[in-house]
């Protein structure tokens, strides 16, 4: 069967870094890319990572209570879509029909039509334990540019 030509690619982004634009038309609803990496406990990222996170940055994606993936190791291009306040995608997570938390799998979907050009983003939902202090809303801070912008990549608590 003839592969499909790939709809994403990974470039310098205005918002961060490096980030993903589609390649072609995306239409609403369609699945675009899994988000992969190596599958860690929270104990785990937490030992490796409890520092480094401390900047804002990470490639880590909380998967459920008990996994996080970590893009760190083995990621794909999934790992350079930045979060948007006003985000053109979404990140869903298919739970396994078993229950085994392991099995459970990340996508990432267009939650509207997508032109060919434009940057894919989704909103990274981060909630952190701890109170989200004035400093540590700068540290996580957003520069999606919409109208909208919290200013901040952290999530209201519910
Ligand atoms: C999964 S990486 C995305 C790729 C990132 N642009 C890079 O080049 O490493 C997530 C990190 O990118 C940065 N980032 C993503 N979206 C951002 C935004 N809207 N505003 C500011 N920084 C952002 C933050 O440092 C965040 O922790
Ligand atoms: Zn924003």
């Known amino acids: ?14 918002i961060h870094g490096n980030g993903v634009f589609a390649t072609r038309k995306i239409r609403k609803g369609e699945r675009i890319v899994r988000y992969v990496g190596a599958l860690r406990t929270h104990e785990d990222v937490d030992e490796a990572y409890g520092e480094v996170e401390e900047n804002g940055h990470t490639f880590l994606f909380t998967l459920n209570d ?26 869903v997570v298919e739970e396994d029909d078993k ?30 334990d701890e109170r989200h202090t004035p400093k540590l809303k700068k540290l996580w801070g957003c520069r999606c540019g919409k109208p909208d912008c919290t200013g901040t990549m952290l999530q209201p608590k519910r």
């Open 1 to 14: 069967m003839p592969k499909q030509p790939l709809k994403i690619e990974a470039r310098k982004s205005p």
């Open 66 to 91: 008990d996994y996080v993936i970590d893009a760190n190791v083995r990621g794909n291009i999934a790992r350079w879509i930045n979060h948007s306040c006003d985000p053109n995608c979404e990140a």
């Open 99 to 128: 229950g085994r938390p392991e099995k459970d799998k990340v996508f990432i979907e267009a939650l509207r039509d997508i032109a060919r050009g434009e940057e894919l983003t989704y909103n990274y939902g981060i909630t952190l």
